[in-house]
């Protein structure tokens, strides 16, 4: 009987430790984690966006009837004049000019004013229509360029040719034997012709033909 209690107290003390073993294994598999830290991201920052300033285009000169530098050279007309129109009312527009008519030479008349290239309108048919108009730089031309009217490209009386040439790539030589000269055109016919001397633009005429008289009167 008494070794049945001994066995028995043997066997409860083994369940028990047996217990607690486990009971200290679990324990110890559930221990808690220590969390590990993210990484915090890197905030990639956006590239600014500029505005581009837009580029301002100069204000051309108002046109002035006593300044001949505010004058436009283009393919129908110079300044306040157009080909086309009634010779006596160009007249009006040349009021800060002296007008002269040359002895036998009445189909012609020049727009002259110190320090400025001079205008010639001829009127060799009589019609009394303005059919070219001529702009001279005379014997001046080479420093005329601060006071000439200009084309809207910046060509004018006293301009080089490598301006010209610059200026406008499809200008077109014309080797006329009589006043050899560059000759540019528009779609509609009308011309602008240049005529230089010694690689310097001497006279500009605007007429509807690539054709620079050898003179106008006659």
Known sequence: MRKAVVARRRTLGTVAALAGLL??????????????????????PTPATSTP???????????????????????????????????????????????????????????????FPTVLIPDRLGTGVVEQLVLQGGADFTTLAGASPHTDAGIGIGSTLDDLLTAYPAVTFQDDPFTAHYALPDDNGNWINFVLSDDVVKDIVVRASPVVAKEYCG
Request: glycine content about 10%; some cysteine.
């Open 23 to 44: 009971l200290f294994t679990g324990c110890a598999g559930t221990a808690a984690e220590t969390p590990t830290a993210s990484p915090t991201p890197t905030a990639t």
């Open 53 to 115: 300033t837009p580029t301002r285009t100069p204000t051309p000169a108002a046109l002035s009837l006593d300044d001949p530098t505010t004058w436009v050279i283009g393919f129908t007309g110079i300044g306040p004049l157009s080909v086309g129109d009634n010779i006596d009312d160009a007249a009006a527009s040349m009021t800060a000019f002296t007008s002269t008519v040359y002895d036998g030479c009445p189909a012609v008349v020049a727009y002259g004013r110190t320090g």
